[in-house]
């Protein structure tokens, strides 16, 4: 079992930036692929980003490409979503995710371990 915690959500204006942050409770934390999903209001939990283990690949929700950027640390068992140009649309609750293999990396079902999420609100 991998506990995954979501931290650096708060409260932004229009165009401002942040960075989430999923700390993992165990190293095989690093031979997994890590996602970012995000749910608003009444809404699905949607896919936003995601990394391989290795960092070679990375995939993006089409709304927030050349916004966002996913990263992480293997070594500090951490990824993180930097979020910079914020709107007012990209409020929602945000949550990490943790997968074993390649296959359906935007697929919400795919993914075998998930954290609390952390709140992200930015204010028009």
């Known amino acids: 079992q991998v506990r995954l915690v979501e931290s650096g959500g708060g409260l932004v204006q229009d165009g401002g930036s942040l960075r989430l942050s999923c700390a993992a409770s165990e190293r095989t934390f690093s031979t997994y692929v890590v996602g970012w999903f995000r749910q608003a209001p009444g809404k699905e939990r949607d896919f936003v980003a995601a990394i391989s283990w290795n960092s070679t690949k990375a995939e993006y929700a089409d709304s927030v490409k050349g916004r966002f950027t996913i990263s992480r640390d293997n070594a500090k068992l951490i990824a993180y979503l930097e979020m910079n140009s914020l709107k007012s649309e990209d409020t929602a609750v945000y949550y990490c995710?943790?997968?074993?293999?390649?296959?359906?990396?935007?697929?919400?079902?795919?993914?075998?371990?998930w954290g609390q999420g952390t709140q992200v609100t930015v204010s028009s």
């Open positions: 995710a943790a997968k074993y293999g390649r296959g359906g990396i935007q697929r919400r079902g795919a993914y075998d371990y």
